[in-house]
């Protein structure tokens, strides 16, 4: 039996008594750590007088440069190789400036790009950092380019860092691919190397003087993503950190804040919490609260207490379980209890488990295999994705493909890969067998139920998936990746006997790359009736790559599902895996990037988003007409704006079916939108004169304005964007594309 872990010390007061953000009230007195919390004019000025503070150290972190592509025939394997730009590198010391008073590189020179072509230093625009401490996202030396133009490449990013003291600063770096990094003109990193980005591959303390200091990046690139992170590590105890990024957020909300809240769970710093699965135990259950249940991708399973405080400072992890294999997924059981505790399933890489705690301490005594008919050759990429219930009490699970390399990037070497499958239970772990739903899919990280009850699951785009997707799991369906038909009986060979492919179940929704992040995940169904806010009904899509959470809005045309995605919540701290919902209709997001990038600064974690109570005005349904789209918003519209033609821009293109990896959109055209005008107070119509089937249709709404209304004078969309996927028009029955 495992013994919980003892709760992190707090070595602070917080004095938080009285700061609820939901009440807007500012407390009379603030201390983090035990240093005094004073609000300045800006965000930047008050992080940065409290990271002084705490730290003893002050530290301005100039905008990055960059400098790309160059021609670098040897691709990533080869960072050695010297470029003209390194010819300033003499000319980098501490203390001055810019290259007119002696130091750092000349911004304005031109040197020869890729092809002959003239480039020069630019700034590269990043969001706004989250999690505090100056941690930076990672930045893409590809933007703005067009791909093979960088390939085999290299690129430099030059930034300065001005401290008003000499002091050591921590920092994490790394990148895809070889990494060379020097600091005031003395090299500190020599990486040559062909990876995947690991934001953490380089610790190292910077040794900083006072005043200015530089520090010029090299990255070269083979193929794929082209990618450089630095993170510093200023020290702080993550309870500390959490509080300070949530009186941040309170006191200098940004456009989304001002409705949904983040609160960061600290992870103690023992605990290495890359969430594959994330619950809630029942409210009831013994240890009350609704207190989340999390497994890692490194086999522990944690519950954890005290999750529900504004910030939640005082968190405490107590390990329920270890010595699992890579549980992607962890579901409760509410309904099947031993002793008052509620069974909760976990899906390993080669099992569905069932794990009960019989005695009430926090610590599982049973651990039951419940399903092992799936196969595995041993390839690391055959991951096991779920359990997520469906009414009838079965375990839907997802298995995702191998990564081959061969004629298409992931295949099946053996039977059950790319499949969808259920495990009907009788209660007490007994399992009915393994049931074959769907084939076809190729990584299917997420599953959810709809309201109607329909299993849905997401896929990550790649060969024969366009970009990622939302689709129904239907018996016996097939969702287009032809690595899993050969294990079908009677197709062994169906290329060489000319078999057709089966019909592709159409995706209920794509999400448009990059526009609508680039690793879709978990499947979260809104069934608060408002406790959430507007959204009651609708689906909430993680992304782990953007570290986002997406809005999905379904309806279902002559038996086809078809909607809408739209931008929710960005800004959470890393990617966004896994979500369920909190006791009292927060949600939970828990968090992994290792192996699968993320744009957030962190390597894992665990935060809750909190609706404030106001109401966002929004786009809160797109539904399709037999000649445009029906818009409902969240609040009263403006009438002048909402029934201008112009307040609105339409867009559609499709995608390409393939064995390539992905899809770029195709078929571009706009759409005009020939009137709006006025359903009700919230709803508008839309009328378009040429809708198309099998076309995602972008449509930009930044026109519209509310009236006004408690929130004050009439304001714009909070995301104007929304991409309906139009497989049906209603009224009308050509065939849904894939």
Not at 115 to 127: A, D, F, H, N, S
Not at 313 to 318: M, R, S, Y
Not at 361 to 388: M, Q, R
């Amino acid at each position: 039996m495992m013994r919980p872990l003892p709760p992190r010390a707090a070595a602070f007061l917080l004095g938080l008594i009285g700061v609820s953000f939901l009440a807007r009230q500012a407390p009379a007195q603030l201390a983090i750590a035990g240093k005094p919390y004073v609000k300045l004019e800006t965000r930047q000025a008050t992080e940065d007088a409290m990271l002084r503070a705490l730290t003893g150290v002050s530290v301005k972190w100039g905008p990055w440069h960059l400098l790309a592509p160059l021609d670098h025939p040897k691709g990533g394997k080869d960072i050695a190789t010297v470029y003209p730009p390194e010819s300033q590198l003499p000319s980098m010391r501490p203390g001055a400036a810019d290259a007119i008073a002696g130091g750092g590189p000349d911004l304005s020179a031109s040197y020869a790009g890729k092809g002959g072509k003239p480039i020069t230093w630019r700034t590269v625009e990043q969001e706004q950092d989250i999690g505090g401490l100056g941690g930076l996202r990672p930045l893409d030396l590809a933007q703005g380019l067009q791909h093979p133009a960088d390939y085999e490449a290299v690129g430099y990013l030059y930034r300065t860092v001005t401290a008003d003291a000499a002091a050591e600063v921590p920092v994490a770096m790394g990148s895809d691919d070889g990494l060379r990094c020097w600091l005031n003109g003395e090299l500190i990193v020599d990486a040559n190397a062909e990876r995947s980005l690991d934001p953490t591959a380089h610790h190292l303390r910077l040794p900083l003087h006072a005043g200015v200091n530089h520090l010029f990046i090299k990255v070269s690139q083979g193929r794929g993503e082209w990618q450089f992170a630095m993170t510093p590590e200023m020290g702080l105890e993550p309870a500390a950190d959490a509080a300070l990024q949530y009186q941040l957020d309170s006191d200098f909300p940004d456009d989304e804040t001002r409705y949904y809240r983040i609160a960061t769970v600290p992870v103690p710093a023992d605990i290495v919490l890359e969430v594959g699965g994330l619950d809630v135990l029942p409210p009831g259950a013994p240890g009350g609260d609704a207190r989340p249940i999390v497994s890692t991708r490194r086999g522990d399973v944690f519950i954890v207490n005290n999750a529900y405080e504004l910030p939640p400072v005082h968190a405490a992890f107590t390990r329920f379980a270890g010595g699992l294999h890579e549980p992607l997924g962890l579901a409760v059981r509410r309904d099947e209890q031993v002793n008052g505790h509620p069974a909760v399933y976990v899906v390993q890489r080669a099992e569905l488990t069932r794990l009960v705690d019989t005695n009430g301490d926090d610590a599982a005594d049973i651990f039951e295999t419940v399903c092992d008919e799936w196969k595995l050759s041993g390839n690391y990429h055959e991951f096991a994705f779920g359990p997520k219930f469906d009414r009838l009490g079965n375990a839907w699970i997802t298995l995702n493909l191998a990564h081959t390399g061969g004629e298409t990037v992931m295949g099946a070497t053996v039977p059950t890969r790319g499949w969808a499958i259920k495990v009907p239970l009788s209660g007490a772990g007994n399992g009915g067998g393994m049931i074959k739903v769907a084939d076809g899919l190729r990584s299917p990280d997420g599953i959810g139920m709809y309201s109607d009850g329909q299993m849905f699951y997401t896929d990550n785009q790649g060969d024969f998936v366009a970009t990622n997707k939302l689709s129904p799991l239907y018996q016996d369906s097939f969702h287009g990746h032809q690595a899993s038909l050969k294990f079908r009986p009677g197709w062994e060979n169906w290329k060489k006997d000319g078999k057709p492919l089966p019909d592709i179940t159409p995706a209920a929704v794509w999400f448009p790359y990059k526009k609508m992040g680039q690793s879709a995940s978990d499947i979260l169904l809104d069934d608060s009736a408002g406790k959430f806010g507007p959204f009651s009904g609708q689906l909430f899509i993680g992304d782990q790559t953007h570290a986002t959470v997406m809005r999905v809005c379904l309806e279902k045309i002559d038996g086809v599902y078809q909607g809408a995605c739209f931008p929710f919540k960005r800004n959470f701290e890393s990617g966004v895996h896994r979500l369920a919902w909190g006791g009292d209709h927060s949600m939970f997001v828990g968090m992994t990037d290792r192996g699968w990038g993320s744009t957030g600064p962190k390597r894992f974690g665990l935060q809750r988003l909190v609706w404030t109570g106001r109401t966002p005005f929004e786009i809160q349904h797109m539904k399709a007409t037999p000649d445009g789209f029906e818009l409902r918003f969240t609040r009263p519209v403006d009438p002048t704006t909402a029934t201008n033609a112009a307040s609105y821009r339409l867009i559609s293109y499709t995608y390409e079916y393939h064995p390539e990896y992905g899809s770029p959109e195709i078929d571009t055209a706009p759409q005009t939108v020939a009137s709006a005008t006025l359903a009700d107070r919230e709803t508008v119509r839309l009328v378009v004169e040429r809708l198309k089937t099998g076309y995602v249709h972008e449509l930009d709404a930044a026109g519209v304005r509310s009236i006004p209304g408690p929130d004050g004078p009439s304001q714009p969309l909070l995301h104007s964007l929304a991409y309906y996927t139009l497989q049906k028009i209603p009224g009308t029955t050509p065939s849904p594309k894939p």
